[in-house]
């Protein structure tokens, strides 16, 4: 028997039908080809989870434990996508098969909606990259650094030195104040108020070089003095000094607001506080005066 006989007869072998599944025949052939996809599968996804690591570790700001993560979830991608092209060779239904996980994924959509929102709003937020370890943010009132991002939560710092866990969800469905997105300069804002009677010119003046004298404020703009609003009981002056340091905005605005006190009472300019005047009816006035000379 030459090669070539030999050859016909283990062909002959591998196309023997085993079985049939799904009303496909099943041969030693389709079992060999269904293992060869399986280790091809297993062989790529290891290539490319290995790629996107060193990928992401060189171009973004991601810690290990969200690369890790990362690349996991290609990984496991890659092997389901292997697996169903092998059930496809071996005569699967495929259709029955998406219609039962369908069902099953809608019943843990449910389950863990806030889950997957959070998981996929991390995803949003490290793609984009919006807010990112290191930045100044505003977030329901609190000035909070962000210490590290995580594909469910994000942690930051507040200025009381308490760790915040912020779910992925809340930074991308809330209005995020970042001090520190294009560059750390941002603009902070003091009020004060004078009586009717005060030289506005003087209090002008006073503001201009109280706010031109602290030695904190950044010389990317010139400050800005603006009257504001005549209020009930006061006049109301806004100061406001640009800064580079957005960590120490309550700092700088409590010595803003020390600076303008002590400059003002320097000057004499007086600082509103709410008054109310009461004025009395004249029987009112009358049965007062009665009452003062009875007692």
Do not use: C
């Not at 050859?7 to 052939?29: S, Y």
């Not at 919006?130 to 995580?150: C, N, S, T, Y």
Request: glycine share 6%.
């Amino acid at each position: 028997m030459n090669w070539q006989e030999r050859i016909r007869e283990g062909t002959a072998l591998l196309d023997i039908r085993l079985f049939e599944l799904g009303g496909t025949p099943v041969t030693a052939w389709t079992l060999a080809t269904v293992l060869m996809i399986l280790l091809a599968t297993i062989l790529i996804a290891r290539v490319v989870r290995k790629a996107m690591e060193r990928m992401l570790r060189g171009r973004t700001a991601l810690e290990q434990g969200n690369i890790a993560v990362t690349s996991r979830l290609a990984h496991y991608l890659l092997l389901i996508g292997g697996a169903l092209i092998a059930l496809d060779t071996l005569g699967v239904s495929l259709t029955a098969l998406f219609a039962a996980g369908a069902l099953f994924a809608v019943a843990i959509g449910f389950a863990m909606q806030n889950l997957v929102a959070n998981f996929v709003s991390g995803l949003i937020l490290l793609m984009e990259r919006a807010v990112k370890p290191g930045d100044i943010v505003e977030l329901d009132g609190q000035i909070i650094e962000i210490k590290r991002m995580g594909i469910r939560a994000t942690i930051g710092r507040t200025l009381n030195e308490e760790d915040l866990i912020i779910p992925s969800s809340n930074l991308v469905q809330s209005v995020v104040k970042n001090f520190t997105l294009r560059d750390t300069l941002s603009r902070l804002r003091a009020q004060v108020g004078v009586t009717y009677d005060s030289d506005m010119i003087l209090v002008r003046r006073v503001l201009e070089q109280v706010a031109e004298q602290v030695p904190w404020r950044s010389g990317a703009h010139e400050p800005v003095i603006l009257l504001s609003e005549f209020g009930s009981s006061s006049v109301n002056f806004e100061v406001s000094v640009w800064i580079q340091n957005p960590w120490k905005r309550q700092q700088y605005r409590s010595m803003l607001h020390e600076a303008i006190w002590f400059a003002l009472k320097e000057a004499g300019v007086t600082i509103a506080f709410p008054q109310v005047d009461v004025h009395f009816d004249p029987p009112v006035v009358e049965s007062l005066q009665a009452l003062r000379a009875a007692g």
